[in-house]
């Protein structure tokens, strides 16, 4: 009777978590479409620019983007894996019977909140200085990096992991 009581937990915690890990997932698409919208949308971005200004538009499709590129990434690593609270994504299992890489791959599902925001932070980083020396859309280098563009991407990420943090822990 107690292992039934006790299986049921453990079905209802996974059932949870993965719950709030689709509903990240929606999410995580909504601030996408935000970015996107600001971005490419004419009558968006005029509207947000008139309200806000061109380089604060920036900053907050930066901030929008660096919400929705680790959640989505997060969302869907664990969503192809499976809905159990321990469970890591398909592909980390994969690595680890492929290369023997537990540790690493126990590291990295363990840590997923941070992993993927850290990631995006990297190519942030990566990207930033990429437009400073070499070109920017295909024109001259800018000569400078836009450090208000990767605090607003950080500040993205940092949501995105408090927010992945919080869709995967147990309560």
Do not use: K
């Not at 969503?79 to 590291?107: C, E, F, K």
């Not at 859309?137 to 990096?145: D, E, I, N, S």
């Amino acid at each position: 009777m107690y292992q039934q009581h006790q299986a049921g937990l453990v079905s209802h915690r996974a059932q949870e978590i993965t719950r709030r890990r689709w509903t990240l997932l929606l999410v995580s698409l909504l601030f996408a479409l935000g970015a996107v919208a600001l971005r490419c949308h004419p009558p968006v971005r005029e509207l947000v620019t008139a309200l806000i200004g061109a380089e604060n538009r920036g900053l907050l499709e930066h901030v929008l983007a660096g919400i929705a590129v680790p959640l989505s990434l997060y969302s869907f690593a664990f969503l192809a894996g499976g809905d159990g609270p321990q469970t890591t994504a398909s592909w980390w299992r994969s690595l680890r019977a492929m290369n023997g890489l537990i540790a690493l791959s126990n590291l990295v599902a363990r840590y997923a909140f941070l992993v993927w925001p850290a990631v995006y932070i990297i190519l942030c980083v990566r990207f930033e200085i990429a437009q400073a020396e070499e070109s920017v859309y295909g024109g001259p280098a800018r000569g400078y990096v836009q450090y208000s563009q990767l605090l607003a991407d950080g500040i993205g990420a940092a949501i995105a992991g408090v927010l992945a943090w919080h869709a995967g822990r147990q309560h």
